[in-house]
Nanobody
Framework: QVQLVESGGGSVQAGGSLRLSCQAF????????MGWFRQAPGKEREGIAR???????TYGDSVKGRFAISQDNAKNTLYLQMNSLKPEDTAMYYCAADHISCLTWGSLRRARYWGQGAQVTVSS
């Protein structure tokens, strides 16, 4: 049974940093498309960062230059380092993974495997 377990959410003041982790159980990240989405109340789920099996990375426009996605295949863990956080970054953050096309956000939205979500709250 595949499980993606997230950790690392929390509350921080604007300008601060947080790191999210997403550890996979029963699944191997190294050959998958993986990524992070977020969803704020009343808004659609937004693609934040994704990485394909060749290490190609794509960021959403709203987080470019501030967030960084990385993976540790030995630990089967995906990370999202979030710097220079803003109040508008407040949302529930989800990791996703599957052996699917990584060309678009729409592809990754159809992933079979999702984390349980981690709340990130940024105060001004």
């Amino acid at each position: 049974q595949v499980q993606l377990v997230e950790s690392g959410g929390g509350s921080v003041q604007a300008g601060g940093s947080l790191r999210l982790s997403c550890q996979a159980f029963g699944y191997t990240y190294s050959t998958a498309c993986m990524g992070w989405f977020r969803q704020a109340p009343g808004k659609e789920r937004e693609g934040i960062a994704r990485i394909d099996s060749d290490g190609r990375i794509t960021y959403g426009d709203s987080v470019k230059g501030r967030f960084a996605i990385s993976q540790d295949n030995a630990k089967n863990t995906l990370y999202l380092q979030m710097n220079s956080l803003k109040p508008e970054d407040t949302a529930m953050y989800y990791c996703a993974a599957d052996h699917i096309s990584c060309l678009t956000w729409g592809s990754l939205r159809r992933a079979r495997y999702w984390g349980q979500g981690a709340q990130v709250t940024v105060s001004s």
